[in-house]
């Protein structure tokens, strides 16, 4: 009987797991949201959210935006006046429950600042708490929510 159990949980460790291939699929949604928003493309953006009145966007710094067309219209606006930006995410943490997922993560966020780009100027490197809420609809994960809060830098610090 032993080598029986022995084969059945080799045999389980090699089916795909259902928590992770959930888990994988909201990653992927969270990567082709950073993503959009590095390449500053508001069509791509569009396809990353849910484009209904429960569409919520906190951007460190603003306040609360609620429904579709107040965060389009930040993404435009946002897009409109960063030349560029790149992420490196860390503590990046997936949670999936039922049809609702939610990543947690820090932003670290390089970027430069100009209307040009003769006069772009390096900014400072600035990390971001984010929380990005999915919801699953129609077999594809839409962020809903996408709050991000400033890290101060002497946080953590002793």
């Known amino acids: ?3 029986d159990r022995v084969a059945t949980r080799a045999t389980m ?4 797991d259902a928590d992770e291939d959930l888990e994988r699929a909201v990653a992927d949604a969270n990567a082709a949201f950073y993503s959009a928003f590095e390449n500053r493309d508001l069509d791509a953006m569009a396809e990353v959210w849910e484009r209904t009145d429960r569409a919520t966007v906190t951007h460190p710094g603003w306040p609360t935006l609620r429904g579709w067309p107040k ?3 930040s993404w435009d606006a946002i897009f409109a006046g960063t030349p560029w930006i790149q992420f ?4 990046v943490q997936v949670e999936v ?10 932003e670290n966020i390089l970027q430069t600042a100009g209307v040009t ?3 772009d100027v390096p900014l400072d490197a600035a990390r971001v ?11 594809r994960w839409r962020m809903v929510v996408h709050h991000g809060s400033p890290v101060g830098s002497n946080v ?3």
Do not use: H, I, Q
Request: no cysteine; hydrophobic share 55%; aromatic share 4%.
């Open 117 to 119: 780009p003769e006069d």
């Open 129 to 139: 708490a984010a929380t990005n809420v999915f919801a699953l609809a129609d077999g």
């Open 88 to 91: 490196v995410l860390t503590d």
């Open 1 to 3: 009987m032993v080598p």
């Open 13 to 16: 460790t090699a089916m795909p």
């Open 97 to 106: 429950a039922g049809a609702s997922a939610w990543v947690t993560l820090d």
């Open 71 to 73: 965060v389009v219209a």
């Open 156 to 158: 953590g610090r002793a």
